[in-house]
Nanobody, 127 residues
Framework: QVQLVESGGGLVQAGGSLRLSCAAS????????MGWLRQAPGKEREFVAG????????YYADSVKGRFSISRDNAKNTVYLQLNSLNSEDTAIYYC????????????????????WGQGTQVTVSS
């Protein structure tokens, strides 16, 4: 019921920054908790950041805490991920995902809980 399209990935030098965007279709964007997840070469897909329906609550994986920032603009049906101080371990395909949430403050950290996924955008960090 929702289509997600990521953009903003690319090649960046270590220490640099990127801003990823996820554009969502539909009229019920504000009913979804949103997340960013990633999959690095040879690794399992992992949770990176989550944000509640209202945008007032966020949660981050320890590996990115203090470096990444998730935000959303419900009026624009868009979720963002700001990636700062990038290093080689951040190289991965980054996915935007959505899960319907009854409570406005819910955040989901388990990969399999998400119902809808974008196509992914590649982030490559060079050194």
């Amino acid at each position: 019921q929702v289509q997600l399209v990521e953009s903003g990935g690319g090649l960046v030098q270590a220490g640099g920054s990127l801003r990823l965007s996820c554009a969502a279709s539909g009229r019920t964007f504000s009913s979804y908790a949103m997340g960013w997840l990633r999959q690095a070469p040879g690794k399992e897909r992992e949770f990176v950041a989550g944000i509640s329906r209202s945008g007032e609550r966020t949660y981050y994986a320890d590996s990115v805490k203090g470096r990444f920032s998730i935000s959303r603009d419900n009026a624009k049906n868009t979720v963002y991920l700001q990636l700062n101080s990038l290093n080689s371990e951040d190289t991965a395909i980054y996915y935007c995902a959505a899960k319907p949430a009854i409570r406005s403050d819910s955040i989901f950290v388990v990969v399999s809980q998400y119902n809808y996924w974008g196509q992914g955008t590649q982030v490559t960090v060079s050194s």
